[in-house]
Structure formats: structure tokens, C-alpha cells
């Protein structure tokens, strides 16, 4: 079964400080994958996507990583910034066919407090 | 990245009722657009995917009657929620795609709820 888990479930750190979420997947095999900020009853926005033979991919203060062997991939955000309070989702795009439905993780919830 | 505006944000109507959410394509051409449905502390869950063009193809448990989904333009989507009933009550987010293979952008969301 596709699944992508996400750890921490929610995270709170102090403004300035730096961050890294988890995200483990079982899809396979994969097009691409995705994270994505949601704020607060907000749409997702894309932060990174990366295809499987990328490791690595920065946008800004948020870098994403991939391991595909291992199937895990991480968004490391540095310093903080009291504005990335948010949901953080990782989404996996099965490969090829007609199933093209993303799968979703249910995100970690991070908290950035003065 | 691309803009897709998704209107009205939050709507509020009775049991009964319908209500129509719009989502647009600002700057391109929206070959497929993506309904999707997100409970509080959950993944969004897809709905519906209409291709401009074509009845829209619905998710399993998805109610195709109860939720109309029409893409007459390459721009524009709407979902109608008819006969809303409280279990409706759910945040709406709607995503536009061009070509197969490119990303796909969201709208802000449309928070529904039905007293």
C-alpha cells in the first residue's frame, strides 16, 4: 500500500533556531516528490519538488533532501522565522499509468515561537 | 509560480441549500483541475478530477450528485454542493494543472460551513 508518514507530528522551536522534518514513503515506484507549506486555513503552497535521482533541492531557508534507496526525504528550515508557522506536508507522486493521484502525508505542525 | 484564485474563502448557508465555489486559473491555461476536501488535522483528500472538456471523473464515496463539478473553460471550475448538510461542513481546495507532468497549484481554500 502507497503510504508517506511524516515525523515529528508537531514541532515547536524558538525564532532563529533551525529544523528538520521526516518523511518516510512507501510509494514505489515514484514520480517525483513534494513538500508543501499550509498555513492556517490556507492552500499549500509548493516548497520543493525533486524527482528521484535528485538529492538535494534549496529554496531559500527550506532545503529538501531525498534518499530514494531508503525511501526518506527531509526539509530542513534555517533560522527560523516566526512566519513559518505552519503545516509542513511531504507528498509523493506515484510514477506513470493512469494512477496519477498524489499521496499525501498528514504533515507536521510547526510552531515558531518568539 | 502560477495563480489559481478559489472564491468565495469561507461561506456559510443553511441545511438545505447549495453552494457554489469557483476556482480560476489566472495566468494559464488549466487543463485539469483537482477538487480536494481537508477535515481538521488531516490530509487533503481528493474528490474529483475534471479534465476542460469532460465529466469529471469522481473518487470512490464521492457523490457525484451531491457534489456537481463543471469545467466548461480552461479557466474556470466550480463545485456545487447541493443540499448541504452539516457533515458538508469542511475546508474545499481546489488545484490547477496544464500539461500531464507539470505542477499543479492550489487555491486558498474555501471554508464551508452549513448551520
New interface residues.
Given amino acids: 500500500k502507497n503510504q508517506v508518514e511524516q515525523s515529528p507530528q508537531s514541532l515547536i522551536i524558538l525564532e532563529g533556531k533551525n529544523c528538520t522534518l521526516q518523511c518516510n514513503y512507501t510509494v514505489s515506484p515514484f514520480?517525483n516528490l513534494r513538500w508543501y507549506k499550509q498555513d492556517t486555513?490556507?492552500?499549500?503552497?509548493?516548497l520543493t519538488?525533486m524527482t528521484f535521482s535528485e538529492n538535494t533541492k534549496s529554496n531559500g531557508r527550506y532545503t529538501a533532501t531525498l534518499d530514494a534507496d531508503t525511501k526518506q526525504s527531509s526539509l530542513h528550515i534555517t533560522a527560523s522565522q516566526l512566519s513559518d508557522s505552519a503545516s509542513y506536508?511531504c507528498v509523493v507522486s506515484p510514477n506513470a499509468g493512469n494512477n496519477r493521484?498524489?499521496i499525501?502525508?498528514?504533515?507536521t505542525?510547526l510552531a515558531v515561537n518568539p | 509560480?502560477a495563480v489559481?484564485s478559489?472564491h468565495p474563502s469561507r461561506v456559510i448557508c443553511k441545511s438545505g441549500t447549495s453552494v457554489k465555489i469557483e476556482c480560476r486559473s489566472l495566468d494559464f491555461q488549466a487543463t485539469t483541475m483537482f477538487w480536494y476536501r481537508q477535515f481538521p488535522?488531516?490530509?487533503?483528500m481528493?474528490m474529483a478530477t475534471s479534465n476542460e472538456g469532460s465529466k469529471a471523473t469522481y473518487e470512490q464515496g464521492v457523490e457525484k450528485d451531491k457534489f456537481l463539478i463543471n469545467h466548461a473553460s480552461l479557466t474556470l471550475s466550480t463545485l456545487t454542493v447541493t443540499s448541504a448538510h452539516p457533515e458538508d461542513s469542511s475546508?474545499y481546495?481546489c488545484?490547477a494543472r496544464g500539461q500531464v507532468?507539470t505542477?499543479a497549484?492550489?487555491?486558498?481554500?474555501t471554508?464551508l460551513t452549513v448551520v
Fill in positions: 514520480s486555513g490556507r492552500g499549500p503552497v509548493s519538488i506536508i493521484k498524489l499525501w502525508g498528514l504533515g505542525s | 509560480g489559481v478559489q488535522k488531516k490530509s487533503l481528493l475546508f481546495i488545484s507532468d505542477e497549484f492550489f487555491g486558498q481554500g471554508r
